[in-house]
């Protein structure tokens, strides 16, 4: 039987681990801070019906999240448990995020509705046969608890690399400003090819993780023992398996982390463009910028979580990150920023989204990595390894945080009274407040929950290393059980 790498993964692993972020970076990027404005300010569909084909999709999720996972988790194959989905998932996914940006010119406004719900339910299944797989791998390719930091790290910084790079394309070079459109924003031209461009990025980067990680597939974990799987059974081991206290913990900080993200990646363009009255070329130079804080974000978070561990780490840094986000709106509420058009403004907004953005990012590294450790938790209380499920209930939760966080949002745009095609100097100040007040009151809350549930995480760093201890005992008894046979 396999047993997997125990060592500190090379830095090409690293890489080749960590590259496979960029996809999930560009639909994330794309679903999260795009996709309503696109389908509602720019093709007219009212940003109630985009909600809810969001909500659908995660009514298909629901289910195949779990399958999935618990699939991979399972599955034999000369390729290993994992490989297969991602290079199965590989040219439908791209195809699938293409066709999201590239709807039927015939259908405009309502019509577009079935293509919508169609396209979301594909992209996000198709995600799913690639994402669950591909994290589940960060569990197996070390059991390190510092080495699995830097590898969630690589990963979430090729990520938001990935998505900022694919952004800053989009507002920079294809949203360009016209007479008849200044900001750029209703360029239906720019945000086709954009999907083109997104799509061909996804590609890449499934193909690259996938072939880059193909030389480990013989040192992975294998499958557990074939046994007879009934419906009863398979969903019954699911449920044993999220029970982990640890894992509950997780789940939840990552609903409300994600839920509050979601919200504001929707509200972005509306805060940025509106609120703000920031042209592309200044939101494009706050993505550029954004470069910073990813990087700032891999050097910190290792450290962090080898000096304070990954759990102490989270709270701290998190709860810091969670209180400056929110403040230049909160400010501006109260009248103590500069008026838009202002150099002043965009210099106090840029510097602090680069120092709040990147512990963000950071408190992400590390309960990514905090998720890999629950694996050995888990497998000494069940004597099964599940990465797949416990990836796949972040998955699942991610969705669900993002398809809630639009609805959400929508929710504060409907307050405020921000309607489709409403453009920036047409927004009466008074639903601008609204707006404001709606977004900071929101993200804060609901960060400051995400923290709270972060504080029932039990696995420290001792803990780790004690599971570690007790498999390997348990492996030893029976390698000699065996023997004695």
Known sequence: MATGSQGKPSILTRLAFGVGGIADGVKNNGFDYFLLFFYSQVLGVPAAHVATALFIALVVDAVSDPVVGYWSDNFRSRLGR?????YAAMLPVAIAYYFAWNPPAGLTGSELFPWLVALTISVRLLFT????PQNALAAELTSDYDARTSLMSY???FGWVGGLSIQIALLALLLRPTEADPSGFFNSDG??????????????????????????????????????LTIRKIFGEILETVSNPSFRALFLATLFGLLASGISASLNQYINGLFWGFTTDQTALLTVAVYFSAVIALIVAPIIGKTLGKKRGAIIIGVLAFTIAPAPVLARVLGLMPPNGTDLLFNIVISITIFDLALIIATQMLMGSMIADIVEDS?????????????AGISFIRKLAQGSGVMLAAVVLSVASITPGMRPGMVPDSQLQL????????????????????????????????NLRAL??????????????
Not at 211 to 222: N, Q
Not at 472 to 485: L, P, T, V
């Open 379 to 391: 497998e000494l209380a069940t004597g099964r390894r599940s990465e797949g499920i416990f990836f």
């Open 435 to 466: 707006l404001g007040i709606g977004y900071a009151a929101s993200v804060l809350t609901i960060w400051m929950l995400m923290i709270l549930c972060v504080s029932f995480y039990k696995i420290s760093r001792e803990g780790h290393e004690a």
């Open 82 to 86: 994992r490989h297969p989905f991602m």
């Open 472 to 485: 390997a005992e348990r492996a030893g008894q029976n390698a000699a059980g065996a023997d004695s046979d």
């Open 155 to 157: 990963r979430y910084f």
């Open 129 to 132: 046969v690639y994402e669950v």
């Open 191 to 228: 945000w086709h090819t954009y999907g083109l461009w997104a799509s061909v990025v996804i590609f890449l980067a499934v193909l690259a993780t996938t072939a880059g990680t193909h030389s480990h597939i013989p040192h992975l974990k294998s499958p557990p023992p074939q046994r007879k």
